[in-house]
C-alpha cells in the first residue's frame, strides 16, 4: 500500500514496520511465566495465576524520566534510559511488598528512527530482566509538529501482584523504628531539569572528565547512570523481615516521599551515614545550593528506604547490599536531616 500522503505529512510508516522488527528479539527475552501472548495484537494477554497466589492483590504504577532525556538525545546515547524507566515503575510499586509481573511502554518521538527505537527498547528489556518482568506490549508514537526535531519521551506501565495479607502499606510504622537507607546508583531520575541548568549556568561540558568526580567517566556518563532497580532483594528480605514500610526516593527528595509512608509521624536523618556520591557534592558547589534544601531535590544518595523494629537492623544490614542505618521514625511530623 502506497504511504506517499501519510509520509508528506511526516509520518514514516514502513519505518514504524521496521522498529518491530527490530525490537521483537529483545521483547522475547523478558518472557517469564505468566507471558501469553507477543507483540503484535490489540490487546496483551497475561495469565497472573500461573503465580499461585492465595489471595492475590494487583498493583499497578505508571512513571516517566523526566528531563533525563535531554542529557541521553545530546550525547546520541539511548541504551540506558529505558532501564530509568523501568525502575522508576517497578521501584514504586515493589515498596508495597508487590512482585512486577508485566509492562508496557509509550514511546513517542517526532521522527520515527528504528535503530534509535531499538535502543531504547532494549535499555527497557534490559531492566526487566533483572526483575524477572515482561515486555507484552506497548505504542510508539510518530508525531510530527508535537515533538521537536529529535525530541522524544517515554512512559511506563507495570501491573504487580501481591498477597492481600502482605502488603506494605505503612500501617505498622511507629516512632522508635530505624530507617535504612539502600545506596543509589546515581542520580536516578528526578531532579535533572535543575541539573540541567546547573551544567548550562556554568558551562560544564557533558563529555569532559571532571577531577572532582571520577577519571574514569565523563560528566555525562555519570549523569546517563541507570536507576537501580531494588526489586529483588527487597522481595527476597521481605521474605525474612517483617517490613514496616518502605520509601521510593524520587521527586520531592526525603522531604516529600518519607511522609508517605511515615504518615502523622516525621523522621530524624544522621547526614554522616549516608553514602557519599561525589555528583552531589559536586553539584551542590557548582550550583551554589544549600545542602538541607537539596534534600528536597534529590535522593543523596539513598535510591530506597526501609523501615523495620530496631531488632531486625543487623540482619538487614546483613542482608542487604550497600545498606546503611541512616534515621529514625520520630513523634513530630518533621523531617530531620542532622
Known amino acids: 500500500m502506497k504511504q506517499n500522503k501519510y509520509s508528506e505529512a511526516g509520518v514514516n510508516v514502513e519505518a514504524g514496520y521496521e522498529s518491530v522488527e527490530l525490537i521483537k528479539k529483545h521483547v522475547k527475552s523478558t518472557n517469564n511465566l505468566g507471558t501469553v501472548s507477543g507483540l503484535g495484537g490489540f490487546g496483551a494477554l497475561y495469565d497472573f495465576q500461573k503465580y499461585n497466589y492465595k489471595n492475590p492483590l494487583l498493583v499497578a504504577g505508571t512513571d516517566g524520566v ?4 535531554e542529557i541521553a538525545k545530546e550525547l546520541n ?7 530509568d524507566l523501568v525502575a522508576m515503575c ?4 515493589v515498596t508495597i511488598g508487590a512482585r512486577p509481573l508485566y509492562f508496557l511502554d509509550y514511546i513517542a518521538v517526532d521522527v520515527n528512527v528504528p535503530t534509535k527505537i531499538e535502543q531504547l527498547v532494549a535499555g527497557i528489556c534490559d531492566g526487566l530482566r533483572q526483575c524477572d518482568c515482561a515486555l507484552i506490549g ?10 521537536h526535531k529529535d525530541g522524544f519521551d517515554l512512559a511506563g506501565f507495570v501491573t504487580g501482584i501481591v498477597e492481600k495479607d502482605k ?3 505503612g500501617s505498622k510504622v511507629k516512632p522508635g523504628q530505624a530507617i535504612i537507607g539502600l545506596k543509589a546508583s546515581g542520580v536516578h531520575s528526578n531532579g535533572y531539569s535543575l541539573v540541567r541548568k546547573i551544567i ?7 563529555t569532559k572528565k571532571y577531577a572532582q568526580l571520577s577519571n574514569d567517566k565523563t560528566l555525562g556518563e555519570i549523569l546517563l547512570e541507570p536507576t537501580k532497580i531494588y526489586v529483588n532483594e527487597i522481595l527476597k528480605l521481605v521474605d525474612e523481615i517483617d517490613v514496616k514500610g518502605l520509601v521510593h526516593i524520587t521527586g520531592g527528595g526525603f522531604y516529600e516521599n518519607v511522609k508517605r ?3 502523622d509521624y516525621g523522621a530524624k536523618f544522621n547526614q554522616a551515614n549516608l553514602p557519599k556520591l561525589p555528583i552531589f557534592s559536586f553539584l551542590q558547589e557548582q550550583g551554589k545550593l544549600d545542602y538541607q534544601e537539596m534534600f528536597g531535590y534529590f535522593n543523596m544518595g539513598i535510591g530506597m528506604m526501609l523501615i523495620v523494629d530496631n531488632d531486625d537492623v543487623n540482619k538487614v544490614l546483613e542482608l542487604m547490599s550497600d545498606a546503611y542505618l541512616i534515621g529514625e521514625v520520630c513523634e513530630n511530623e518533621a523531617i530531620e536531616i542532622c
Do not use: H
Open 66 to 69: 523526566g528531563t533525563k532525556l
Open 77 to 83: 546515547v539511548f541504551d540506558t534510559i529505558g532501564i
Open 90 to 93: 517497578v521501584n514504586d510499586i
Open 138 to 147: 506497548g505504542e510508539t508514537a510518530e508525531m510530527p509538529g508535537v515533538y
Open 167 to 169: 502488603i506494605i502499606d
Open 200 to 206: 548550562s549556568d556554568n558551562n560544564l561540558d557533558y
Open 261 to 263: 509512608i511515615t504518615n
